[in-house]
Every structure is written in C-alpha cells, then in structure tokens.
C-alpha cells in the first residue's frame, strides 16, 4: 500500500481496506440467497487480484465491466483499482454498439461480464473484440470464470498500488445535450466524493442502504456507505418484484431515513 504524506489523499481503495479491517464480521452486502461481510470482502480481494494480475494487464490500463448489481461485480472493479486498472461500467442497458463504441474510446483491454445476466451480449462483445480479454462473471459459454478461477485461488494479502491522483474510473454521459462524452474520476476524485458525503449526511450507527439502481455509473456510492460499515441490500439492476413492484428483499426491510443536516429539497426519497 503506497504511504500517503500530510498532504497527500488516500486513495478509495485504502479507505475501503480500512473499513474491512475495522467493521470485520458485520455485514457489507446482501441479496436474495447470500451474505457477504467485510472480512469476506478483503479475503475475495486478494484471490481476485491473484488471477487477475495473471492477465498480462499493465499499472493504467483499463477494464469493463457490464453486470447487474452484484456483490462480486463490484468487489472485482475494486480488485482492479488496487491493482492501478481503470474501470469502466457499461450500462446494463446500453446497446452494443453503445457498448462497442465506448469499449474502444476507453482502450478498454478486459472485460468482465455477468454470465448469468448477459451471456447473450457478452458472446456478442466477445466475437466484435476477439483483441480483448474477455470474462464471464458466473460459469458462462463465452468465456472462462474468472469466480471459478477466484475459488481455486489460494488466500493472498490485498495489494493497493494505486494512487491518489491515478485515473480510476472512467464513464460516459448519457448524450441529452449531444454525443456522450468520456469522464475520467481520480482516486483523489473518489475520496473527495466520500469525504463530501460524509460530511453532509448523518448516517445511523449501522446504515443499511437499499441498492438498485440500473445505472453503473450511481453504483460507485458504496464507497460513501462503507467507509460507515453500511449493511447493503442488493437489487438487481433493472428488475422488479411481482407485478412491477419493490423485489422482496426491499419490501422487507425499511431503508435509513436521510438526515441531511441541511434542509433537502431535490430529492423525493428524503421523507
């Protein structure tokens, strides 16, 4: 882990590192039939970024990945930015020449794809770029598991290379006002979001945060939420429950109420 001066920001990694050590058996991520806590998730860092440093990608390069709201989706980019990669999520809902396009803007050179989710897309992607290194997430026709190669893998200590003003993330805008545009964010970027967050809302001793959104680019507020210890109830991106409404895992559990310390009046979920 690089040693930050006075004056030097940590990176989101390193505070990531510091919440798993410091909230340790308490629950980081939960979804329908599983659990994972935040020790689980520094042990899943450390086997990922073995096999993912098997994969000939240099410090800077950049990877994609195109999932649902999973916890293993999310651990895997956050293996990535501690190795010094870049990450790039493709909307879930984009089209593929969305997705090709971006994949070839960004120099994308992996891409990790949900196998249960997008098998479909992802051997279509993997056919357009047989240039990229192509992995499915889940046991998947198109291509290896990386989380059966993840399994295999011996436990090995989290590696955090990264630094502060590296590029750690990479996405595109959504094109209302014209072409979409490529954005890059820091890890310095992250860590001034966390702080920023931190700062402006007072969370509940154990937060318990309700995540669905479909859109890639919201999922990087986990970072604010974990540096807290937050207990995170997935969702799938993109699905419902039973006749268009909440799945049952968000029926079932009442979200922490916002308390901003200043009055709220842009969004409709501060009740």
């Not at 989706?73 to 190795?83: I, K, S």
């Not at 593929?96 to 051997?123: F, I, N, P, S, W």
């Not at 200590?157 to 630094?163: C, G, H, K, T």
Request: glycine share 10%; proline share 6%.
């Amino acid at each position: 882990m690089p040693q930050n001066t006075l004056h030097q920001s940590p990176t989101a990694i390193a505070l990531l590192l510091r919440a798993t050590r410091r909230y340790g058996d308490l629950p980081a991520f939960e979804w329908a039939d599983g659990a994972i806590t935040y020790r689980d998730i520094e042990l899943f860092m450390g086997r990922a970024q073995s096999v993912l440093a098997r994969e000939a990608l240099a410090v800077g390069d950049t990877i994609a990945t195109l999932s649902r709201n999973g916890a293993e989706d999310w651990l895997l980019a956050r293996a990535a930015q501690g190795l010094g990669l870049c990450v790039l999520a493709l909307h879930p809902m984009g089209s593929l020449q969305d997705h090709l396009k971006y994949m070839t803007a960004a120099g994308v050179r992996c891409l990790l794809v949900d196998g249960h989710g997008y098998a479909e897309r992802g051997a279509e992607l993997a056919a357009a770029r047989p240039d990229v290194r192509v992995l499915s997430i889940g046991a998947a026709g198109f291509a290896d598991d990386i989380l059966a190669a993840i399994q295999a893998e011996a436990p090995v200590a989290v590696r955090d290379i990264s630094q502060p003003d590296a590029v750690a993330g990479r996405h595109f805008t959504g094109g209302t006002t014209g072409e979409p545009k490529q954005i890059v964010i820091t890890h310095r970027g992250f860590t001034a979001g966390i702080h920023a967050f931190r700062a402006n809302v007072e969370l509940p001793s154990v937060p318990r945060v309700v995540a669905a959104s479909a859109d890639p680019r919201h999922r990087g507020a986990a970072y604010q939420h974990h540096a807290d210890g937050a207990h995170h109830d997935l969702q799938p991106a993109g699905l419902t429950g039973p006749g268009g409404g909440r799945s049952q895992l968000a029926s079932g559990r009442r979200a922490a109420p916002c308390t901003r310390r200043r009055p709220c009046t842009s969004s409709r979920n501060c009740r």
